[in-house]
């Protein structure tokens, strides 16, 4: 009787470790940032138009540290896309597009936060709109749509892009 009790706890042990081992898998899981080129190539295959605009014309782009910086846009629906020199950088801009997030929709229907190492993520939702900010290493996402369509549209732009 003795034995079995050591087997049982011994089987608690090992399911307990398992468990634990899939939910710290999931909290590190991270995501690859994607370049300009990809990004553009996902945009246009679910019909947004680009647009790109110039860090020499807007001084506050570069002096936050934006390398580059794209827009596809679509009916209701805006995607910004920047490419940072540094995630530091892109750790501000992130955060100017959550304020942002925060700003644009007052009273979201539901609204999730994740921070992660490489990664961070912002989104207030309703079935009709949205506001998002994705941070991915260097690069920043900045989304917001007020359609159901566009908001489905740019679900779908995130999904392919894998942010």
């Not at 001084?59 to 920047?82: D, Q």
């Not at 359609?147 to 392919?160: G, H, K, N, P, W």
Request: aromatic share 8%.
């Amino acid at each position: 009787m003795h034995r079995g009790f050591s087997s049982r706890k011994l089987v608690f042990a090992v399911l307990g470790t398992l468990l634990l081992a899939i939910a710290l898998a999931g909290c590190a899981s991270s995501r690859e940032p994607v370049t300009a080129d990809e990004f553009i190539a996902a945009a246009e295959g679910l019909s947004f138009e680009i647009s790109k605009t110039s860090t020499d014309e807007y001084e506050h782009l570069a002096e936050s540290g934006v390398a580059s910086s794209l827009t596809a846009s679509r009916s209701t629906a805006s995607v910004v896309f920047n490419t940072c020199v540094d995630e530091d950088s892109a750790r501000f801009v992130f955060d100017v597009f959550s304020n942002g997030v925060e700003e644009l929709f007052a009273s979201p229907r539901s609204e999730r936060i994740d921070n992660r190492l490489t990664w961070n993520f912002h989104e207030r939702r309703s079935p009709t709109a949205l506001t998002i900010a994705i941070r991915v290493d260097n690069t920043v996402l900045g989304a917001s749509a007020e359609t159901a369509e566009d908001v489905a549209a740019v679900d779908a732009l995130i999904v392919a892009i894998g942010y």
